[in-house]
């Protein structure tokens, strides 16, 4: 018989499951919001910290990932990487499998992208996080990188949660452009549920009414995630807003609403780009936003990795 006691919680107009339910076998959970077990803040006492290569995040200090949307060339990724380094960026963010809108765009290089990201790593020393969109392919990208992405459009892949929760390693879950904060914890919560406590939650912006942005940034979501779950909470700026322009504002604002990280979209030749150019930061603009970046960490009692 299992045991649940729902009750209306006026925090957040989340009904919350305590640890006795087992709501994956509660049809009453259709019908309103839940916060799952293993992501709940309730049902463990100190925040998530994950390891990724080194880099703990999640902690006071705040992670800042950036990167070229997508792995074109060894240049190209070389370059960014180096620029990322120096500016202060502590992971490397590159596309080898991209989930382009249009199947006549660069699709990635694959394989062959994540052998730079491999090389990127090995040059500068920096970990690195690619996307994963095929449950085939989870163990050859797990074999190259440190965190394993799964991008806004798979956020509902259920198959693939599966699998990269039988692993041991990070995963950075992205919001659905679609999807409620119940959606999204109940999805990280497949991950967890497979014994891979590893997860990073990531703000990247939700589809609503306002075509001016790309996305609309949700910024409320990192307070009310970081409320519900003892999960780090990133943000991306980048898709979030999908302009070059607006990155910078978003940014600091995220490190104001308390995000644990940054995930950037960074290119050594930004006009040049195939995939994402017009939201991407040139090496310049980067670097001075990482100076922002540091007092607005301050002023809000952390520091930037
Ligand atoms: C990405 O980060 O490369 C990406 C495709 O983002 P999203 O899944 O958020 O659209
Ligand atoms: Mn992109």
């Not at 074109?72 to 070389?78: C, F, G, N, P, V």
Request: aromatic share 6%; charged share 25%.
């Amino acid at each position: 018989m299992i045991k649940f006691i729902r009750k209306l919680n006026w925090d957040t107009n989340l009904k919350e499951y305590t640890m006795e339910s087992d709501h994956y076998n509660d049809p009453t959970i259709l019908g309103g919001y839940s916060v799952p077990v293993r992501v709940n803040r309730k049902s463990k006492a100190d925040p998530t910290i994950v390891d990724a290569g080194g880099i703990r995040i999640g902690s006071s200090e705040i992670v800042i990932i950036a990167g070229p949307c997508s792995v074109e060339t060894r240049e190209q990724l070389m370059e960014t990487a180096v620029a990322v380094k120096s500016a202060g960026g502590v992971i490397l963010r590159g596309g080898a499998f991209k989930p382009r809108s249009s199947p006549y765009n660069f699709q990635g290089l694959g394989e062959e992208g994540l052998k730079f990201l491999e090389e990127a790593r090995a040059k500068t020393g920096l970990p690195v996080v690619t996307e994963v969109m095929d449950t085939r392919l989870v163990e050859l990208v797990a074999g190259y990188t440190d965190i394993l992405q799964i991008g806004s459009r798979n956020m509902q892949n259920y198959p693939l949660l599966k699998e990269v929760g039988r692993l041991r390693k990070p995963v950075l879950l992205k919001r659905g452009m679609m999807a409620t904060i119940e959606e999204f914890l109940l999805a990280a919560e497949y991950i967890l549920s497979q014994g891979n406590e590893q997860v990073i939650l990531c703000e990247r912006g939700i589809r609503t009414f306002e075509t001016s942005t790309r996305n609309t940034l949700d910024l409320s979501a990192v307070p009310m995630l970081k409320h519900l779950s003892h999960l780090p909470v990133i943000v991306d700026p980048s898709h979030g807003t999908g302009h070059r322009w607006m990155v910078p504002a978003m940014a600091k604002a995220a490190v104001a609403a308390g995000a644990d990280g940054l995930i950037i979209e960074v290119h050594y030749k930004p006009e040049e780009a195939l995939c994402d150019g017009h939201q991407s930061l040139s090496p310049d603009e980067f670097t001075r936003l990482m100076t922002d970046l540091r007092k607005i960490a301050q002023a809000v009692g952390r520091d930037i990795y």
